[in-house]
Nanobody, 120 residues
Framework: QVQLVESGGGLVQPGGSLRLSCAASGSIFSINLMRWYRQARGKERELVASIAWGGSTQYTDSVKGRFTISRDNSKNTVYLQMTDLLPEDTAVYYC??????????????WGQGTQVTVSS
């Protein structure tokens, strides 16, 4: 019914940048909150950033000033621009969105994840 497909992960050196994308597809009526989570090996999944339909954003403290979340509502896509990357940013990054399908209720959907590795 709904697919969230992430792209843009990879290997980058400390101090480098990456841009993640997540596109939602399916019989979508509306998308409310869109979020990026991450999960490092051996740690719990944590919320990195979120963005409402109107564009208001929130960030976890560790990424403030370095990461920027944005969205293109016409493309049902959310982005995460990551700069000044640190080794501790290494994780699998997942997108997540609250989506209402045509003739359905609001539900939360997850992408499959994309690996980000920050290493020299």
């Amino acid at each position: 019914q709904v697919q969230l497909v992430e792209s843009g992960g990879g290997l980058v050196q400390p101090g480098g940048s990456l841009r993640l994308s997540c596109a939602a597809s399916g019989s979508i009526f509306s998308i409310n909150l869109m979020r990026w989570y991450r999960q490092a090996r051996g740690k719990e999944r944590e919320l990195v950033a979120s963005i409402a339909w109107g564009g208001s954003t929130q960030y976890t403290d560790s990424v403030k000033g370095r990461f920027t979340i944005s969205r293109d509502n016409s493309k049902n896509t959310v982005y995460l621009q990551m700069t000044d990357l640190l080794p501790e940013d290494t994780a699998v990054y997942y997108c997540n969105a609250d989506i209402r399908l045509v003739n359905s209720v609001l539900r939360t959907y997850w992408g499959q994840g994309t690996q980000v590795t920050v290493s020299s």
